[in-house]
């Protein structure tokens, strides 16, 4: 059960745009956003942030997805696996690909571009920060510095969600549940405190 309880949509008549906008683009509204509403600025800020973060820019959307879950895995945010899993999927990533992230060091699912970046992802993610000069010369073999800014920016918003739900132990949807149970549970993936 969640520490704290999420707001109706019917509370938040003034983020109605920004809440369609997230369910066209999910499938659904996350709690953690309905948790946010507490603060309905906060929440408003974070809906640009997050649409600016993973639908704008030049990395694959998919990619993007798959940082996020690395991210989330290497943070230890089972809430988080659970959506970037899903998010991956509707974004195009095969889920075979989605169940092997975890293995994308020996995956053959994946490029060397791939695994550059979702190393990165796994690095920049740990306490503290695990990154050194050497892993931005190996992500520049790959990416421009446009495109490291947009890894490092999902990497981020990731860092503020991990750790949102995570404290919150937001109760996952469960669509996100039957996503994480059908393709990352043989990865090791639980439900945890959500």
């Given at each position: 059960?969640?520490?704290?309880?999420?707001?109706?949509r019917?509370?938040?008549?003034e983020?109605a745009?920004?809440?369609?906008l997230?369910e066209?683009?999910?499938?659904?509204?996350?709690?953690?956003?309905?948790?946010?509403?507490h603060?309905?600025?906060?929440?408003?800020a974070?809906?640009?942030?997050?649409?600016?973060?993973?639908?704008?820019?030049?990395?694959?959307?998919?990619?993007?997805q798959?940082?996020?879950?690395?991210?989330?895995?290497?943070?230890g945010?089972?809430?988080?696996?659970?959506?970037?899993?899903?998010?991956?999927?509707?974004?195009?990533?095969?889920?075979?690909k989605?169940?092997a992230?975890f293995?994308f060091?020996?995956?053959?699912?994946?490029?060397?571009?791939?695994r550059e970046?979702?190393?990165?992802?796994?690095h920049?993610?740990?306490q503290?920060n695990a990154?050194e000069?050497?892993?931005?010369?190996?992500?520049?073999v790959?990416?421009?510095?446009?495109?490291?800014?947009?890894?490092?920016a999902?990497i981020?918003?990731?860092?503020?969600?991990n750790?949102?739900?995570?404290?919150?132990?937001?109760?996952?949807?469960?669509?996100?549940?039957?996503?994480?149970?059908?393709?990352?549970t043989?990865?090791?993936?639980?439900?945890?405190?959500?």
């Amino acid at each position: 059960m969640s520490r704290i309880s999420m707001k109706d949509r019917e509370q938040l008549p003034e983020l109605a745009p920004l809440l369609d906008l997230v369910e066209s683009s999910m499938g659904f509204v996350p709690n953690s956003m309905l948790t946010m509403g507490h603060w309905p600025e906060l929440l408003s800020a974070f809906g640009g942030l997050g649409a600016t973060v993973l639908q704008t820019g030049v990395v694959d959307s998919q990619l993007k997805q798959l940082i996020a879950l690395v991210s989330s895995r290497a943070q230890g945010c089972d809430y988080c696996q659970a959506h970037t899993a899903h998010s991956a999927h509707r974004a195009g990533a095969e889920e075979e690909k989605i169940a092997a992230v975890f293995e994308f060091e020996k995956s053959p699912l994946f490029s060397d571009k791939e695994r550059e970046a979702l190393r990165f992802a796994w690095h920049a993610s740990l306490q503290p920060n695990a990154t050194e000069p050497a892993s931005f010369e190996a992500l520049r073999v790959f990416f421009g510095e446009r495109e490291i800014v947009e890894i490092v920016a999902v990497i981020s918003l990731f860092g503020f969600l991990n750790r949102w739900n995570d404290t919150f132990a937001t109760e996952l949807e469960p669509v996100a549940v039957n996503f994480g149970n059908d393709t990352l549970t043989e990865a090791g993936w639980s439900r945890g405190k959500h």
